[in-house]
């Protein structure tokens, strides 16, 4: 069954820890992509990575890391130097088609993280 | 990436009424896509619209792209209470990368 799995669906965390979340997917997308989404808003680009070992920076990456070691995986580091973390962070990839255009994106279930 | 501006922000119809949301920008988009977004869920794919004055429809749905590649929008006829959720407009960037427009919420009353 292919597809994108994120886990945990929710996770707890005090102030001042270090967070991975996993993103795993078996659908061999060369993209994948961290989003952050914050209650009654849009989705905002984290990080960001079209080939294995490289990654680019989106649109709010202070605070967090990224490593994409592998084509499958690319997990996202919460870190205690992002000032909110609490948010809903969906992970998403998708097939580079070389088209020219956009490729559509396909999200995993995401991870509901609070910091307490 | 690309800005826009999605509106409205909020909607509430009774169900059987249309809906329409818009997405606005200031400059010239390469093209743009659709997702859907239910309460609690991730957000999925409907459309990418590519072409200028280019209209696509899935059933109830149907997608518009203006004529200047400026502006969007996405119509529902006759609301069902499955058409619950926020719909986002995304167009893409130069490095192929998405901007999600703020979303439209919609709710739909039985």
């Known amino acids: 069954d292919g597809g994108i799995t994120q886990s945990p669906k929710y996770l707890f965390r005090k102030e001042g820890q270090n967070v991975t979340l996993s993103c795993e997917q078996n659908?061999?997308?060369?993209?994948m992509y961290w989003y952050r989404q914050d209650p009654g808003q849009g989705l905002r680009l984290i990080y960001y990575s079209q080939i294995v070992n490289d990654f680019q920076k989106g649109d709010i990456a202070e605070g967090y890391s990224v490593s994409r070691e592998k084509k499958e995986s690319f997990p996202l580091t919460v870190t205690s130097a992002q000032k909110n973390p609490t948010a809903f962070y969906l992970c998403a990839s998708s097939p580079l088609t070389g088209g020219g255009h956009g490729d559509t994106q396909y999200f995993g279930p995401g991870t509901r993280l609070t910091v307490l | 990436g690309q800005q826009v501006m999605q509106i409205p922000q909020y909607q509430h119809v009774q169900e059987g009424e249309d809906f329409t949301t818009y997405c606005n920008s200031s400059?010239?988009?390469?093209?743009i896509q659709w997702y859907k977004q239910r309460p609690g869920g991730h957000p999925v794919f409907l459309i990418q619209?590519?072409?200028?004055?280019e209209v696509k429809k899935q059933k109830r749905l149907t997608f518009q792209f203006g004529e200047a590649k400026k502006n969007s929008s996405l119509h529902i006829t006759a609301t069902q209470t499955t058409d619950v959720g926020t719909y986002f407009c995304a167009p893409s960037g130069s490095a192929r990368q998405l901007t999600f427009g703020s979303g439209t919420q919609l709710t739909v009353l039985p």
């Open positions: 659908l061999n997308h060369d993209a």
């Open positions: 400059t010239t988009l390469s093209n």
């Open positions: 619209l590519v072409k200028s004055g």
